[in-house]
């Protein structure tokens, strides 16, 4: 409904300044809008204390006036959402939707003016708002140099923040830092905080289309600026008519694990546009990929050639076997022989090495109820990619694909591709060419009934509610870097991804990793540095559709009552729920298993991990069901367990639970605790 502005006398310099204000619906989150100077500004308070302080909006253009002073509040509308959906899969299948909505319009009259809308929605978890530019004489061509969106952190100078570098040569692939805010540089999101006031923020964005992707630039002390990642030509979104922009997102919590339980990024994008998605399958799968990690086989074609079709049988065998879904094959396709990162413009998605028989894999597959799981990796030449990726998919296709894990694996600026003129330019990973360039791989792949694992990805923000087959993505440090990486991932890694690359959506880690010594023991060597219950609580910490059981076969029939709880997880939940934990320190989850049919649904499964510390944690089982008895299927760090010279002492035991029952969880320094509870 439309209201009348709300006319309030301010005491600064301007005495006629407008506000408007919207509330979440408990009340705990307020906003305020105003045009104080003419200007566009915002602020967002919790609880009665400030969060985000009086925060610059608007934008600069190349050729436009910008749209900043002079811009005054208009007209207001209001509205309210409370309903619920269901998502084809995912963490939860219900997802509620409450907010309080207003959409606040700033105008400025011409010769130099223009208007614009900001939306913002308030849940009860925190805030979205967007930018909405209509149709108007002098915008039919937009090129936008800046967006002037700030985040003013109220009480920056007491506050901590958890981050990674944005714009560096590695993409989004380093270990998190933990520092004062006010260290934090060019930030990517999800870029989470504690204030003095101990509220917990993370700031990311939902809705990522055609447009580029932002981080976060502290300019001024405790004040970041929405940085647009630029085209080749420094222009950072190019624009024709009419435009909104991706929902920029506060999430707001008094606890850490606030943050993690906010559907905020889903509710922000539109709902499925691709109709009968019932071919997206979650699942579990293995694959030819960790033998290459730790120098086992390789990629290119020669004596230690993993993906052949001998190898490639032998995974099938297994995975039918033991229950999995598919089997990766990474470096089946002619192109990776010699130095594979330089090979963009070499590789064929179509033509495969002499040694693997695709249609032989493809009969095979269909006989043991396996499929392979695609790969393409595009080393970073999208024009070569683009040209032949129909005719890719189509191969797939007709070989029983479902699945494609892509690649795009290049230095951060260095994505190639071919303009109109036959001249290479270099983009961003994260700017609006390449936002776009993904989110054509996955509609074209929808059309094939494809789902796409996006490797060397732009950030989620939640478009797999409106492309359900973009099933998954990595975009954080994964288990790779525990083979070679300089240094591997930290203990910490894990219950600092929970609260920060987490909050974006499903991440393929590839876990479970049971053998820790092929580089040997101890703290100085690469390898996972985790104890084995940690590998298998991985499962259920982190969410993703698709699990990799990513060690190789021989290491998992060497421990098979650890290997049990792998092949007993679900990757697909009716629930989810955040119970515990500190960023970086340990996360504790709860999942319940999606009910499919009268023989599954009724299971719950509980992951905990902690950092380099042992610890000892209390769960109330309250989660479970009421007037139930449950197995309680434990696996956890045996008393002598650590991660550096004992990471293999695991004690598994049963115990009958309800859900008045607490359970006491002992971890061992980068240890873990992962749990089925089976319905009696």
Do not use: C
């Not at 032998?314 to 990474?330: C, I, T």
Request: charged share 25%.
């Amino acid at each position: 409904m439309r209201l009348p502005l709300l006319l309030v006398a301010l005491l600064s310099s301007s005495a006629f300044a407008k506000e408007a204000m919207l509330e979440s619906p408990d009340q705990k989150i307020k906003i305020t809008i105003s045009d104080q100077s003419s200007s566009p500004y915002y602020s967002i308070s919790f609880n009665g204390k400030p969060v985000i302080t009086q925060s610059h909006l608007g934008f600069r253009f190349k050729s436009q006036a910008p749209f900043d002073e002079g811009f005054v509040i208009s007209e207001v509308t209001r509205s309210q959402t409370d309903s619920q959906w269901q998502q084809p899969w995912g963490e939860r299948q219900t997802v509620v939707d409450k907010h309080n909505e207003i959409a606040v319009t700033f105008d400025k009259p011409a010769p130099h003016g223009g208007t614009y809308t900001v939306r913002f929605k308030a849940f009860d978890s925190g805030v979205g708002f967007r930018y909405e530019v209509p149709k108007q004489a002098g915008f039919e061509k937009t090129e936008i140099t800046k967006e002037l969106t700030e985040f003013a952190i109220a009480g920056a100078d007491k506050a901590t923040a958890w981050w990674i570098p944005a714009r560096g040569w590695n993409r989004y692939e380093y270990v998190y830092n933990t520092t004062a805010l006010q260290d934090a540089a060019l930030a990517h999101t999800p870029f989470t905080f504690k204030n003095g006031n101990g509220v917990h923020v993370s700031i990311h964005e939902a809705a990522l289309v055609d447009y580029a992707g932002m981080v976060l630039n502290q300019r001024r002390p405790g004040t970041f600026s929405a940085d647009l990642t630029p085209w080749s030509d420094g222009i950072a979104v190019k624009k024709h008519g009419a435009f909104n922009t991706p929902w920029r997102t506060i999430q707001i919590g008094e606890r850490a694990v606030d943050l993690v339980n906010s559907d905020i990024i889903l509710n922000l994008n539109e709902p499925n546009k691709l109709g009968d998605v019932s071919w997206v399958k979650p699942g579990k799968y293995v694959g030819i990929w960790w033998g290459m990690h730790i120098n086992e086989n390789t990629w290119g074609s020669g004596e230690k050639h993993g993906a052949t079709t001998k190898n490639t049988k032998y995974y099938m065998d297994f995975a039918a076997k033991y229950g999995f879904d598919g089997v990766l094959v990474e470096g089946w396709n002619t192109g990776w022989d010699g130095d594979w990162f330089f090979n963009g413009d070499v590789f064929s998605f179509t033509q495969a090495y002499d040694d693997f028989d695709i249609e032989e894999l493809t009969r095979y597959g269909k006989q043991k109820g396996v499929q392979l799981i695609g790969h393409h990796e595009t080393s970073g030449n999208v024009t070569n990619y683009r040209n032949q990726m129909e005719d890719a998919f189509a191969l797939y296709e007709q070989s029983n694909v479902s699945q494609i894990k892509t690649g795009y694996v290049a230095d951060g600026g260095n994505i190639k591709r071919i303009d109109e003129n036959g001249i290479a330019r270099f983009e961003w990973h994260d700017g609006q060419f390449m936002v776009n360039e993904y989110l054509y791989n996955v509609k074209l792949a929808a059309k094939h009934k494809i789902s796409i694992n996006t490797h060397e990805p732009i950030k989620d923000t939640g478009l797999r509610r409106t492309y359900p087959n973009w099933i998954a993505r990595e975009g954080a440090r994964g288990q790779e870097f525990n083979a070679w990486g300089t240094p591997p991932n930290p203990p910490e890694h894990i219950p600092m991804l929970a609260f920060t690359r987490m909050l974006a959506g499903p991440m393929d880690f590839t876990p479970g990793i049971f053998d820790m010594s092929f580089n040997g023991l101890g703290g100085d060597t690469n390898r996972p540095q985790t104890t084995l219950a940690k590998q298998l609580a991985l499962y259920v910490v982190m969410y993703s559709p698709i699990q990799m059981a990513a060690d190789l076969p021989k290491n998992y029939l060497a421990k098979p009552d650890a290997f049990q709880f792998i092949q007993d997880v679900p990757t697909d939940w009716q629930q989810s729920i955040a119970l515990d934990g500190e960023v970086g320190d340990f996360i504790v989850f709860a999942r319940k298993e999606r009910k499919r049919d009268q023989y599954t649904g009724n299971d719950w499964y509980l992951g905990a991990v902690t950092d380099e510390n042992a610890r000892t944690i209390e769960v109330k089982l309250d989660f479970l069901d009421k007037d139930k008895q449950f197995e309680a299927q434990i696996y956890k760090d045996g008393d002598k367990a650590g991660w550096k010279n004992n990471p293999y002492d695991l004690k598994i035991e049963k115990r009958t639970v309800t859900a008045n029952d607490k359970l006491t969880l002992k971890l061992a320094t980068s240890g873990g605790t992962a749990i089925r509870f089976k319905a009696l």
